[in-house]
């Protein structure tokens, strides 16, 4: 018999969650099919040269969202790698590349949310193509998968018992967070003190990641103790250079940009601090529960979703800079008290990537 193969279409190839996502799939499982991957961009992102060391086929072809050429220049591109499977990651503007596949004569096309909620600014032509393109997706995919229910309620709150829908939660390999690592020369590293408390953050310069709401609290705790430090993990965060320098905390923060040691700057920190406005499922705060951090997150369906219900008091709005500040005075006053090993054990069996993954590898490969 032979091997199926899977075309993804993803929305770049920056390190982001469905760009991490399926990075880490493709390298965690010994897959059966032959992956093809098209990315809706000409630019090579942080993550190229980590998808080329894995041999997979990459396209960049920007799809665009009225453009008739380039509608063409994809469904021939469709028709050249003949896939038996499209899966697009790019939630409801996955509607023409599936309409595009259906036209194609691809019998299995599959969208997967990996997003909360809309993540654009709204306009009258991005409202109706957004609209119109949701309205492809229910039409024309026969898998429609969502990494946490809170999407499916946002994008489909009337989808009744469909069995198209499934959620698929991520897989995380909990192992290199699990590992020891020399804390002391990791802050000797970025010049941040050994007693200092380091109230850490992972994840892009982005709107969504809500930055603004990190700065106005760090300025509030380092105001009144200066031997708090917070790092800022990610791409373009070392953006934030003038505003913490206007802010006055430039001694006290570390902005770090783009880093592959993810799990390693994690266990610098002695707590994390996540205030996202919007999730799909983030990986990033499950990677610090791994880590074996206390946290303070946002009080957001997607995060409240994967988060254990006794550990909702650690959730606070997340603009609600007052609150996120006296939740992670309320940490630091009581640091020795935390015990952090069940959560881990925990979240290292929900987030199993041999579980989640394999789940994914199902709806890919099954009728």
């Given at each position: ?24 799939f ?96 709204p ?12 309205k ?21 709150p ?9 959620v ?11 590992a ?77 940009g ?18 996202s ?47 996120a ?25 929900f ?17």
């Amino acid at each position: 018999m032979s091997t199926k193969k899977v075309c993804f279409i993803i929305p770049s190839l920056d390190p982001g969650g469905i760009e991490t996502y399926l990075l880490r799939f493709l390298r965690f499982k010994d897959y059966s099919f032959e992956p093809v991957i098209i990315v809706r961009t000409n630019r090579r992102g942080e993550l190229f040269e980590s998808y080329s060391k894995l041999g997979v086929t990459i396209h960049f072809m920007p799809l665009g969202y009225a453009n008739p050429k380039q509608a063409y220049r994809y469904f021939s591109l469709l028709k050249k790698i003949s896939p038996d499977v499209v899966c697009d990651f790019n939630a409801n503007f996955a509607g023409l590349s599936l309409l595009l596949s259906s036209y194609a004569g691809i019998k299995k096309r599959i969208a997967f949310y990996r997003q909360g909620k809309n993540h654009f600014t709204p306009s009258f032509f991005r409202n109706n193509y957004n609209e119109w393109s949701r309205k492809m997706v229910n039409k024309y995919a026969t898998r429609i998968l969502a990494n946490s229910e809170a999407a499916f309620n946002f994008f489909f709150p009337h989808r009744g018992d469909d069995a198209r829908f499934k959620v698929i939660y991520n897989g995380v390999d909990a192992e290199q967070y699990l590992a020891d690592a020399d804390r002391k020369a990791l802050r000797e590293g970025f010049n941040i003190p050994q007693d200092a408390f380091v109230v850490g953050h992972s994840g892009r310069l982005d709107p969504a990641k809500n930055h603004p709401a990190i700065l106005k609290a760090a300025q509030k705790l380092i105001s009144n103790d200066p031997n708090i430090y917070f790092v800022f993990c990610g791409l373009n965060t070392e953006k934030l250079a003038d505003e913490v320098r206007s802010m006055g905390i430039e001694n006290n923060v570390r902005l770090l940009g783009f880093r592959k040691d993810v799990p390693d700057i994690l266990k610098t920190y002695d707590m994390y601090y996540f205030p996202s406005i919007t999730e799909g499922q983030p990986n990033a705060l499950i990677e610090a529960i791994l880590s074996g951090l206390p946290f303070v997150a946002s009080d957001i369906k997607p995060i409240q979703e994967i988060v254990p219900k006794h550990l909702h008091n650690n959730l606070v709005a997340p603009t609600d800079v007052e609150e996120a500040v006296k939740a992670i005075n309320t940490i630091k006053t009581n640091y020795d008290s935390y015990d952090t090993l069940a959560d881990r054990e925990w979240a290292k069996d929900f987030f199993s990537p041999a579980v989640r993954f394999g789940d994914f590898e199902t709806c890919l490969t099954t009728n």
